[in-house]
């Protein structure tokens, strides 16, 4: 092999690279630990309020020294393997901004017969269409009104770029730009919102062409507080704000309390830091982050208001030791480290500091951390001046209009433009201030505080800074916070308890291990040295796959592990087709060396082939999956890559090294036990592809038969919309009684308990008012669902887990599933056309992977007709596009000696050479199936029920892939092709590196 020196300089830059990140993780363990260790108390009990003030603590301070570069936890945390939901507990949310509320905005909320119909037919074709709200609204407006024009509705003072004489398009244009405008808006506000919550490794996506905004938050565990976190309407305002030397004196006089508290702890013998024990602070959180700052604090804040004869850079012996840690001069004001920020709030909360300030000042964080030279992070607070009735001075409803401009000079900055009545309360607040800094505050933190150059009349100002262009277009989104509501709501949602996190995380790690050991023993009794060859870029393997996924900061899920399960199976394949390609060559008489050289020569086109095609199913699910789906196509993705190289090239370095010197013809790819397996195999497979077609003809009948005899499709509430619960019980419950039980609770709706992995969990999944997504509708449904199990309050019924998902959220995941399906189907028809050069190769492919679809559908709806109810959900459109992908690497492998045949033997006929070709890789199908089911085996019964589905599709998925590629992908190339020698001659397959 050329090149071993780059493939072995190469796989140890990649290990290297995977040990760094994976340390990540390992250090993030420990300073976990660590927290957990300092907060609990003698009875073992810990404290999580104490835990996460620890961990704040340290978020800025360095805890991992790699090679002299020091890593603060913040940093840790973001490079370390993360935990998905399923694994760590959280909860995920899918919020829908609601355009309707938007365009009634831009009308002025005028009272218009016509108008509020064709929101009405909108909002009723919208749950059964992909079509942008806009177009359908524009479509049902103009089926009421043909004749009356779009601006005379929306051209008013509200939306001042329209006049009454411009067109459709220019309305339609404009109120798609309002629409997306209030999408981005209302994504910074919840960006900020979330990471104000302190969630550890929070993920927020806009979801590209819709109204949606995806949201996982790990480990909460107050989904009412994030509900209303996120659904909360933004509260804009705007403050006068207290200048330094205004509140200093008030600094002064709490400076000369702690002075005197800390005075008498010394005596009684105590912590100096008392009044840091509120926040649950360590002495070594207290150490001074804010440098020589800390010295022109000191002489600021201690020195009289009334007296200037303190010096700049002094600092006053009765200085309070505390005082000068927490605090630090900015430009603006005073300011703290990032870390200290809950100290600071903690000591603002004390009744005795509280005492000193008056009530009409409140403090304010700002939004953003200043950064230093030395890459410390402070945040600025500011002194808000509150009003007598304790209201803003001016609020955003009152903003018509806010947009990112330029100055004179070219610098970014920001246009707003109020109303009426918002420019006289305007031109008050900054006549009054001219001079003096108002502050720009969203959600209670503050966003800008510019200083007030005049008085401004008329509405129209300018906000000018330093700011970029990004900063620039984030504030005046900010600003237009306040303009046009835009509603959200809760169209997904998934709560998984801790407890049932790490159950899934035992589960996840046993079947793993278990399904590890069980290929390892397997290759090495039928392969001997060539065995443990495998197992080795197995290994390797597995190494990469976790490591890549913590260099791209990717969380492991449970489809995650799956998905690296099935890799483990799967790539296997590589390894046992160059295996028996070698051994084909060894047989027909070549020397070890030139049996390896070719082996691997001849394999190459193969798993080239096969990696790519089921690449392709990996790519359309990331594309289209969501949540745990995308989770796992994320894995597939990686395995593929790290599969290939670690099977084609870290194996043929191993191989090559233990025939090398002495050992030049000591290569054994057999042992006793499997010597003697698929030797002169002579199959009739093409004689008995009729029977093959009638059975698989039967089963699906059977299946379709069984969905009308059921009465109903075993759909997960991700396909249907409703709401699912999973309860734990003390003991075992019958599933029938509680159903019975639920039944009036839920008024006769479609109910359905089911036992969920234990004899005493039932997961309920109801219909009751599917079609209502509000928070209403979400209480109402728990609230009945605690008065149905009201009669087994014995057996304490605790739920730990829950989902909800809107009927029009299930139906666009209906339609994604179906896209990605059909996508599949036309990626791998082309890309088998292009390769094989011949339309009756995509069509064989292509046929046999339908024949496997529908014969995994009918053994759920069998199942389902027989009490065992698997569900089809998303897990499942998983799971059919990774049968797809491994199905058709299961058949391009048996192609591709169906081209070798052909093109050695020109002069046979096409259908004598199938037989041959097929009998040829019977033994490399059957053995790499086999190890796929070893796999799809332990994951079914170890991998917890959330993986039932999953696993029962690649049980059946695994036997009809192997099935369909010899006898339905191959026989319907024969049935299709004429004998016609010139046409039937292929395109010479990719050549190998040597």
């Known amino acids: 092999m050329r090149n071993k020196g780059f493939i072995l300089f190469l796989t140890v830059i990649v290990s290297a690279l995977c040990l760094y990140y994976l340390s990540f993780s390992l250090v993030s363990r420990g300073v976990e630990k660590d927290a957990a260790q300092f907060a609990t108390d003698a009875n073992g009990n810990v404290d999580h309020y104490k835990k996460q003030s620890y961990l704040d603590s340290v978020w800025k301070a360095p805890v991992f020294n790699f090679l002299g570069a020091e890593y603060t936890y913040q940093q840790v945390k973001e490079s370390e393997l993360g935990l998905g939901l399923d694994l760590k507990g959280g909860m995920h949310v899918t919020l829908e901004i609601s355009p309707v509320e938007i365009i009634r905005a831009m009308a002025g909320n005028r009272k218009d017969p016509a108008f509020e119909q064709a929101i009405a037919r909108a909002q009723k074709l919208q749950v059964n269409s992909q079509e942008n709200f806009v177009d359908l609204f524009y479509r049902s407006f103009r089926e009421l009104q043909p004749n009356t024009k779009l601006a005379t509705i929306f051209a008013n003072s509200t939306t001042r770029s329209l006049s009454y004489n411009s ?17 981005a808006r209302s994504f910074n506000i919840l960006r900020t919102r979330i990471d104000k919550f302190g969630v550890n490794q929070p993920n927020i996506q806009h979801l590209k062409g819709t109204n949606r905004i995806q949201i996982e938050l790990p480990g909460v565990d107050n989904p009412e507080r994030v509900r209303k976190l996120l659904q909360g309407t933004a ?9 330094i030397e205004e509140y200093g004196p008030y600094f002064t006089q709490m400076n000369d309390y702690l002075v005197k508290q800390e005075a008498a702890n010394k005596l009684k013998g105590t912590s100096s830091a008392s009044l840091a024990s509120a926040a649950d602070t360590s002495a070594s959180s207290l ?18 208001a009334d007296s200037a004869a303190a010096k700049k850079d002094s600092i006053n012996p009765n200085q309070s030791s505390l005082l000068a840690r927490l605090f630090t001069t900015l430009p603006g004001g005073l300011g703290t480290n990032v870390r200290d920020t809950a100290r600071v709030n903690a000591l603002f909360n004390t009744p005795e500091i509280k005492a000193i300030f008056p009530q009409n000042l409140k403090f304010l964080w700002g939004v953003k951390p200043i950064v230093s030279n030395d890459g410390s992070e402070f945040l600025e607070l500011y002194a808000i001046k509150r009003g007598r009735d304790g209201k803003a001075p001016l609020t955003g409803e009152y903003i018509s209009d806010a947009r990112q401009d330029y100055d004179q000079s070219g610098r970014p900055e920001i246009t707003m433009g109020m109303n009426a009545a918002g420019s006289k309360k305007w031109q008050r607040l900054t006549g009054d201030n001219i001079g003096r800094q108002v502050a720009i505050v969203l959600d209670n933190y503050v966003y800008s505080a510019p200083t007030v150059q005049s008085e401004i009349s008329g509405g129209n100002s300018s906000i000018s800074g330093s700011f970029s262009i990004e900063e620039a277009q984030d504030l005046a989104n900010i600003l237009k916070a306040g303009k046009m509501p835009a509603p959200t709501r809760i169209v997904e949602e998934a709560i998984v308890g801790p407890s049932l996190g790490q159950e899934a995380i035992n589960q996840g790690l046993l079947s793993s291990l278990a399904g590890m050991v069980l290929v390892v023993l397997f290759m090495f009794a039928y392969y001997s040295k060539g065995g443990l060859i495998a197992n080795i870029a197995l290994f390797f393997n597995i190494f990469f796959i976790i490591g890549v996924l913590a260099q791209f900061g990717t969380a492991l899920t449970l489809p995650g592990i799956a998905g690296m399960i099935l890799t483990m199976g799967m790539s296997v394949d590589a390894n046992v087709l160059i295996f028996e390609r070698i051994k084909e060559e060894m047989a027909l008489g070549l020397n070890v060396k030139e049996a390896i050289k070719k082996g691997y020569d001849k394999a190459f086109s193969s798993i080239f082939d096969s990696n790519v095609t089921t690449l392709l199913a990996g790519i359309i699910l990331y594309f289209f999956g969501s949540g745990p789906v995308k989770g796992f196509a994320i894995t597939l993705m990686i395995g593929i890559a790290t599969s290939f190289f670690t099977a084609v090239y870290i194996s043929r370095l191993l191989i090559e090294w233990m025939t090398s010197g002495k050992n030049a013809n000591n290569l054994s790819l057999e042992t006793s036990v499997s010597k003697n397996w698929f030797k002169n195999i002579k199959f009739d497979i093409l004689g008995n592809r009729k029977k093959a077609y009638i059975f698989s003809s039967i089963f699906i009948l059977v299946g379709i038969a069984a969905v009308f005899i059921k009465g109903e499709l075993p759909l997960g509430v991700d396909f249907r919309g409703g709401r699912s619960y999973v309860v734990d019980f003390k003991n075992a419950v019958p599933a029938s009684d509680v159903r019975s039980a639920l039944d009036d609770e839920f008024k006769g709706a479609g109910t359905e308990v089911k036992t969920y992995g234990a004899s005493n969990r039932l997961k309920v999944t109801t219909s009751y008012l599917a079609q209502e997504e509000s928070a209403e509708a979400d209480e109402n449904v728990k609230n009945a669902l605690v008065q149905g199990l009201q009669q087994y309050q014995g057996e304490n019924p605790t739920i730990i887990s829950s989902a909800k998902v809107g009927a029009t959220m299930a139906d666009d995941i209906q339609k994604t599933a179906v ?4 996508l599949a189907f036309a990626g791998i028809f082309i890309y088998l056309a292009f390769r094989f050069s011949r339309w009756q190769y995509s069509l064989g492919g292509v046929i046999a992977l339908i024949h496997d679809v529908l014969i995994v559908f009918s053994a759920f709806t069998i199942a389902n007709l027989f009490g065992l109810s698997f569900e089809m959900d998303q897990v499942f459109i998983a799971s059919i596009l990774t049968i797809i992908g491994y199905s058709i690497n299961d058949t391009v492998v048996v192609f591709d000696r169906i081209r070798e045949y052909t093109n050695e033997n020109p002069r046979a006929k096409f259908r004598d050479i199938v037989n041959p070709a097929l009998n040829s890789t019977f033994g490399r199908t059957i053995i790499t199936n086999l190890t796929v089911l070893l796999v799809v085996i332990v994951l079914f019964i170890f991998g917890g029920e959330t993986l039932r589905g999953f696993s029962f599709a690649m049980l059946i998925g695994s036997l009809t892939g192997t099935y369909s590629t010899l006898f339905i992908a191959s026989p319907i190339v024969v049935d299709t092709t004429k004998i016609d020698r010139e046409k039937l001659v292929a395109v010479k397959p990719v050549v190998a590196s040597k």
């Open 167 to 183: 067109s459709d398009k220019e309305v339609l244009a404009e109120i798609n730009r309002e629409v997306n405008d209030a999408v």
């Open 235 to 243: 509260n804009l305002e705007f403050w006068e704000v207290w200048n």
């Open 287 to 304: 150490t001074s982050a804010a440098g020589k700052d800390t010295s022109a604090l000191a002489a600021q804040l201690s020195k009289p």
């Open 819 to 822: 896209v990605a399906v059909l």
